[in-house]
């Protein structure tokens, strides 16, 4: 039996919640291990990648292109992207789309073992069901930045 978990807006079963977990740590083993066509295979045709510096990668064959200029910097260190607090809506008009945001915190290890952490970001997601299966149509990343205090 599921267990309702509270979303932002709606509530999701926990079976939807396991899923996009699921589907998370799929997609991103893919990415760690440098398995770039796979990644790319886990967004739709058009899917969109817009980074936190603006940057704009539309469609599988942009993305990969983007990824293979990138992998020297991936050489002798191994990555590890972990995403946590997820918030999952469903979208009213289409039970096919949902709309995710999530923490993201990326680790580095090179050969010696030593560990550094990028900056965190959060991401908001659209993922969409094709055939039974979950795709990202768009991905946005914020790279996190302090928040301003209140005025006393």
Do not use: C
């Amino acid at each position: 039996m599921s267990q309702a978990v509270q979303a932002t807006r709606s509530k999701v079963t926990g079976d939807l919640y396991a899923e996009v977990q699921t589907f998370y740590a799929r997609q991103m083993r893919r990415v760690d291990a440098l398995d770039i066509e796979g990644f790319a295979d886990t967004f739709t045709d058009d899917g969109v990648v817009v980074h936190a510096n603006g940057e704009r990668a539309q469609g599988r064959e942009r993305m990969v292109a983007g990824m293979r200029a990138n992998l020297p910097r991936y050489r002798d260190i191994a990555v590890r992207h972990w995403f946590d607090h997820l918030l999952i809506e469903t979208d009213p008009e289409d039970e096919d789309t949902l709309r995710v945001s999530y923490y993201t915190l990326v680790t580095q290890t090179d050969r010696e073992g030593k560990v550094s952490f990028q900056p965190t970001f959060t991401v908001d997601d659209v993922l969409v069901r094709r055939d039974g299966e979950l795709f990202t149509r768009s991905r946005v990343i914020h790279r996190d930045t302090p928040v301003e205090l209140p005025a006393s």
